[in-house]
């Protein structure tokens, strides 16, 4: 009997495509109509994935931050500002607990459930903060106004006669080249009308552009809205509710000199359900933010 003989297929080499090295500003090219809808087919080349727990940005080619050292050299003698929800308390907790065991934690003995943070290290320089958005604040106990006279991104909620010390946190940083600023919003904000996270979105973007303006060097950082679970009310925070709040964030920060961290995209690609990701996808989100932060 003969053999049969095929030739084995010589597939041609796969080639990587040239990407930009994160760092700097990495347009966002998707086309966007007037209510922030977007053109799924323009954001084809931008996805990204997930490789071997891995996350593969689509449009640049980022650094990875395997070992502390690598972390603190990246951020000697840097400012680094947490602002916003629980979503970016989780980069504050990842880089404190495991990404950066040189970071000592101040106790603000500030009792509230969405307390600030603070973790300096004196020996490389490093200051690091995380600082809450003010209401509306979903939260399992009672929250009192005054507790959150410490609150960021607050340039449309009046002054309360309680909240004395209230100021716009991102126009009290001074920027710069050794600065790095990260915004998130949208958790607390699904099952209000979305008029209420327009308003403030769009305060964030006006306290954005005063801070380019008089520090043009400093990195900044918009982080998105991620999925979260649906065994919940379902009426007031779906996930559809809060793909309208990733729509709008991606159409009101487009335009401007700053990064998107698209957290939407890095949970849906895996479908993630779970409003705090796993850590090792919290991993993956700073990993991104400090690859934009030290590119090379």
């Not at 954005?208 to 925070?237: C, D, W």
Request: include cysteine; proline fraction near 7%.
């Amino acid at each position: 009997m003969l053999a049969l003989y095929i030739d084995p297929v010589c597939l041609p080499a796969v080639q990587e495509p040239l990407l930009p090295v994160c760092g700097g500003i990495q347009k966002d090219k998707s086309k966007a109509d007037a209510f922030g809808a977007y053109d799924l087919k323009s954001r084809v080349q931008q996805l990204g994935y997930y490789l071997n727990r891995e996350w593969q940005p689509g449009n640049c080619k980022g650094r990875r931050f395997l070992k502390a050292e690598q972390v603190t050299a990246c951020l000697r003698r840097r400012n680094v500002y947490l602002l916003g929800d629980s979503t970016v308390r989780q980069w504050y907790n990842v880089l404190v607990d495991s990404a950066m065991p040189t970071l000592k934690q101040i106790n603000l003995h500030i009792p509230t459930i969405h307390q600030p943070a603070l973790a300096v290290d004196p020996q490389n320089d490093i200051l690091l903060r995380y600082i809450p958005h003010g209401y509306p604040y979903f939260c399992s106990q009672l929250q009192r106004v005054k507790d959150f006279r410490h609150a960021a991104l607050e340039s449309d909620v009046p002054v309360f006669p309680l909240n004395p010390f209230h100021m716009r946190k991102l126009d009290a940083i001074s920027g710069g080249p050794m600065t790095a600023v990260a915004v998130s919003l949208g958790a607390h904000f699904v099952p209000f009308p979305l008029v209420d996270a327009s308003r403030r979105l769009l305060n964030v973007r006006a306290a954005i552009l005063r801070l380019i303006a008089r520090s043009p060097q400093t990195t900044i950082v918009i982080k998105t809205i991620n999925m979260r679970e649906t065994g919940i009310n379902l009426a007031s925070f779906s996930n559809w509710l809060a793909f309208r709040i990733w729509a709008l964030t991606r159409r009101v920060f487009m335009d401007l000199p700053v990064v998107i961290i698209d957290a939407w995209e890095m949970t849906a690609s895996l479908n993630s359900f779970a409003l705090h990701p796993a850590e090792w996808i919290v991993h993956n989100e700073v990993d991104l933010f400090l690859a934009h932060v030290c590119p090379t």
